[in-house]
């Protein structure tokens, strides 16, 4: 098992940027793909981005690709996930996930461990 806590959160203006941290419990963290998704009031969950377990490869979502880039760590258990020239589109709860190998990275019902999630609120 594993046990994931999001921070970095926060509220920002537009075109501001937001670093999101995603701190993994357990030795087993690089046995993990990641990923982020991100959640508004009143819509379902989306897939923001995600990566390999290696780090070695990622995918991004088209409303956010050439803004975000999502890395890990694996010797800090962490995943990470810089947002740049943030829009108010990208308001929501960001959360990550975790999965030994999705079937597809890019769907949330393939991951089975989640964080509680952070609030990214880009408004001026």
């Known amino acids: 098992q594993v046990q994931l806590v999001e921070s970095g959160g926060g509220s920002v203006q537009p075109g501001g940027s937001l670093r999101l941290s995603c701190a993994a419990s357990g030795r087993t963290f690089s046995s993990y793909a990641m990923g982020w998704f991100r959640q508004a009031p009143g819509k379902e969950r989306e897939f923001v981005a995600a990566i390999s377990r290696s780090g070695g490869s990622t995918d991004y979502a088209d409303s956010v690709k050439g803004r975000f880039t999502i890395s890990r760590d694996n010797a800090k258990n962490t995943v990470y996930l810089q947002m740049n020239s943030l829009k108010p589109e990208d308001t929501a709860v960001y959360y990550c996930?975790?999965?030994?190998?999705?079937?597809?990275?890019?769907?949330?019902?393939?991951?089975?461990?989640w964080g509680q999630g952070t609030q990214v609120t880009v408004s001026s």
């Open positions: 996930a975790a999965e030994h190998d999705p079937f597809d990275s890019s769907r949330y019902q393939f991951y089975h461990y």
